[in-house]
């Protein structure tokens, strides 16, 4: 399978992508389009699996074409570089981009614009496949940008309902404020290294810690610290961390199958992938590091909170997905341990790649929440294609009872709720208590990692709590509604990707557990160590989990009369009210925006139209007084010429005596000097050459051009003039 | 009898010519002054001529040129005086102000 060329792996969905689109637009065969794209991802896939990276040899597959050259020598490349941790995202790619777009041949079927949905699963999943295998930050910025694209296409492909029109650009101008930050952040990286890729960028910062390299624009402290962050600034936005998360749970406005592969198991991973790729870059800095750690912790608790007073049942999931991210970032915040032979705080050295205990538990993580995030959101899509003609198919309170009439999703959806719990021996609970202690570890020194992971052992019972609610208020009790009551299960192309993805949400993370099978993988045989779990941290979270499952089951087995029991909690209408952020974000974001928007346009309006047209007007005016001096009589224009001839005369003896200083007129060329200064008085230029013992002219011109050639004919006899 | 005397007269006569031309309001003394400042460059050039450049020929060729060119200019500006005559009845310069923008 090696024959399989590296660089399919991410131009395979690309071509099918342009394919389908030409379907899309000749509206004719758009049946056809979904097996393109589900080809070239099974393609790529097998690519991709063909080229598993030899960890004993520490040999990656890799190819590099030249895409640009700046001329100041900075080289554009554009390539594959397989190592395992980009196969270990490209993988979790390609198997969640199947089973969405398998899924979505049932879930999609008889809409209006079916090929062109296709097309932009199929460029999404090829930029997201170039963004994990990127081997430069160039590359991975513009895979960065065209994912956000297919997001703002995807959220928007209903284009006509008003909401997901407004949710598509929320997400597009939110993850724009973050990703100019990364911009920038990429920038400066470039103009340090003076390359993009990976491997020099990462030398050059450690070169910038050792004092070697002295970095533009900031001095070496602040580069080592600010470089990190302004790409923590992509990370925040793309991961939808706080303060910029308010756009992931709007994007559940697009269909429900784009929401499981985009918006939970894949882009908004990107930016815990890119901090993990990148974290050799973090990792000098305490201040970048501790940054991640606190956004994290603290958007795992805010998401989580909020998550418990949802009624949407895909906004529960967003939320969840935002706090699971946040959990991610804790993760790779809290260092850990160092594999390898480096400490952590000497990373960048190039000969070693130096991995931390954090990114392998935040890949883990990232690992396993994509396939069970993705099965929950797949679930929650089968749900709403049974409810989709009831008038909210979205609503919890319109659910319920649907566990006998949908068996395949409600069980499937237990085994997504109960590993997003991280119940033994669930996907979930490996990965999850892999980041936590990671934290734990740290904490034994730094206290802001101890405070992470209380947040983390909290939010692992909230989670609990409001998955189980979730799972309850839909599948558990009796219909309460009439959709409900007639729902029925969805068919095979529907379930079977369900039933494909509960197997690795049940059994990955113990395989990838055992043995330390993945840290192995990811930092290289030899260098791996086995790290016990710590027993009280296991059944702290193991209890916490139960506590939530049980409390759920028990306020939601039988049908509530006096409302949902989350109504009754205090401080409910802070938590419903999302905490303020979104209102925040419209009162300063939105309408700071627009303030200084008027502010611009009144600027333009008055001052910069005023401008224009006052040199309009003026032209205007002048023309209509100039255009008097055109009387038509020949006589003034000729003594308008006269005028004009006297005046340049006037000027050029101006001219010539202003140019020609006193003190010159011992000067070589004395007659111009004595002639220019003198010539109102003639004679006294003739008294001035006596004086220099030279011939006099006869007669003195009162032209003093005349009188220059005449000066120099006389002062050499032989010239032309002479003749 | 210098330069300078000549030169004055010179100057004199394109003075007159050019005030002939500014100001008279028929078409016939304009032309007279233009004849007059033309004149004015003739003396000038001789006087150049004579008393700077005796040697040289090519002054009194540009004069024999320029009262060729003068000819030509009395007999084509009477033609085109005549014309305006013809079209406008009028050969007062001030009442011939078509070019008027």
Redesign the interface.
Same mark, same amino acid.
């Given at each position: 399978m090696n024959s399989l060329p590296l660089w399919l792996i991410p131009l395979a969905p690309v071509v099918a992508a342009f394919l389908a689109g030409l379907l899309a637009l000749t509206r004719r065969a758009e049946k056809t389009a979904p097996y393109l794209t589900i080809a070239a991802t099974a393609l790529s896939g097998v690519t991709a699996l063909g080229h598993l990276p030899d960890r004993a040899r520490m040999a990656d597959g890799q190819v590099t074409a030249d895409w640009l050259t700046i001329p100041s020598g900075l080289q554009v490349a554009l390539g594959v570089h397989l190592d395992a941790l980009a196969w270990t995202m490209a993988l979790v790619v390609c198997v969640v981009s199947l089973l969405v777009q398998v899924y979505s041949i049932g879930y999609m079927r008889g809409e209006s614009g079916y090929a062109r949905y296709f097309a932009y699963l199929g460029l999404f999943t090829a930029s997201m496949l170039g963004l994990a295998v990127a081997d430069n930050l160039f590359q991975l910025y513009v895979c960065w940008e065209l994912v956000g694209i297919c997001s703002y296409l995807l959220i928007g492909f209903w284009w006509f309902k008003p909401s997901a029109a407004s949710a598509a650009k929320k997400a597009f101008v939110v993850t724009r404020f973050g990703d100019v930050g990364f911009l920038l952040g990429v920038l400066l990286l470039a103009a340090t290294a003076g390359s993009f890729q990976f491997d020099t960028v990462a030398q050059a910062v450690g070169r910038v810690q050792a004092g070697a390299l002295s970095p533009p624009l900031v001095s070496a402290p602040t580069f080592l610290w600010l470089a990190p962050l302004l790409l923590f600034c992509g990370a925040v936005g793309k991961s939808a961390q706080f303060p910029l998360h308010v756009w992931l749970p709007d994007a559940m406005e697009g269909p429900t199958p784009v929401s499981a592969l985009i918006h939970a198991a894949t882009m908004v991973a990107a930016g815990v992938y890119m901090v993990a790729r990148l974290f050799v870059l973090f990792a000098p800095s305490g201040i970048a590091t501790n940054t991640v750690l606190l956004i994290g912790a603290f958007t795992a608790l805010l998401a989580a909170t909020i998550a418990l007073v949802q009624f949407d049942i895909k906004r529960v999931m967003a939320y969840s997905t935002i706090s699971q991210l946040g959990y991610m970032m804790l993760g790779l915040g809290a260092i850990g341990h160092a594999y390898g032979n480096g400490t952590v705080r000497q990373a960048g050295l190039p000969s070693e790649p130096v991995f931390t205990a954090g990114q392998v538990a935040a890949m883990f993580h990232l690992t396993t929440h994509a396939m069970f995030k993705a099965l929950l959101f797949l679930t929650a899509g089968s749900v709403i294609h049974a409810l989709h003609h009831a008038e909210e198919p979205n609503n919890l309170r319109r659910m319920g009872g649907l566990l006998q009439r949908m068996p395949v999703t409600a069980w499937t959806c237990l085994i997504g709720v109960l590993a997003l719990a991280g119940l033994f021996p669930f996907a979930g609970f490996w990965s999850k208590d892999a980041i936590l202690g990671v934290a734990l570890e740290s904490g034994r020194q730094s206290a802001l990692a101890m405070v992470a992971l209380s947040v983390g052992i909290l939010v692992a019972g909230l989670t609990a709590f409001y998955g189980m609610r979730m799972w309850m208020l839909a599948f558990a009790g009796t219909p309460r509604s009439e959709d409900a009551a007639h729902a029925r299960e969805s068919p095979l192309v529907m379930t079977v990707p369900l039933v494909l993805l509960a197997i690795p949400s049940v059994v990955l993370g113990w395989q990838l557990h055992q043995g330390h099978h993945f840290a192995a993988f990811l930092v290289g045989e030899g260098h791996a160590t086995a790290e016990p779990m710590n027993p009280v941290l296991v059944a702290l979270t193991t209890v916490l989990a139960l506590c939530g499952l049980g409390l759920a089951w028990r306020l939601y087995r039988a049908p509530s009369v006096a409302g949902d029991p989350v109504e009754r909690l205090p401080g409910y209408a802070f938590l419903a009210n999302l905490w303020y952020i979104d209102a925040f974000w419209n009162a300063v974001g939105a309408r700071g925006t627009l303030a200084l928007g008027r502010a611009v346009a009144w600027f333009d309006r008055n001052v910069v139209d005023g401008l224009v047209n006052g040199v309009g007007m003026a032209c205007r005016i002048g023309g209509r007084e100039l255009?008097r001096a055109?009387? #038509? %009589? /020949? %006589?003034t224009y000729? /003594?308008a010429a006269?005028a004009a001839l006297v005046l340049a005369v006037i000027a050029l003896a101006l001219y010539q005596s202003w140019a020609t200083p006193a003190h010159n007129a011992a000067s070589p060329r004395p007659v111009v000097n004595a002639v220019g200064r003198a010539a109102p008085e003639p004679w006294q230029g003739k008294e001035g050459l006596k004086a220099e013992g030279l011939p006099a002219p006869?007669?003195q #011109?009162?032209f003093f051009v !005349?009188t220059t050639r !005449?000066g120099e004919t006389r002062a050499n006899p032989n010239s032309e003039?002479g003749s | 009898m210098g330069l300078t005397h000549y030169l004055v007269v010179g100057a004199l006569l394109f003075a007159i010519g050019a005030y002939g031309v500014l100001t008279r309001r028929n078409a016939i003394a304009v032309l007279m002054g233009v004849e007059l400042m033309l004149n004015a460059a003739n003396l000038n050039f001789l006087a150049f001529w004579r008393f700077l450049h005796p040697a040289s020929m090519e002054p009194q060729v540009f004069v024999l040129i320029g009262l060729t060119v003068a000819a030509a200019d009395a007999a084509v500006g009477l033609a085109v005086v005549l014309n305006i005559y013809r079209n406008f009845g009028v050969i007062e310069v001030e009442r011939i102000n078509t070019l008027k923008g």
């Open positions: 255009r055109t009387n #038509g %009589q /020949a %006589q000729t /003594a006269l006869s007669k #011109g009162i !005349e !005449e003039m | -």
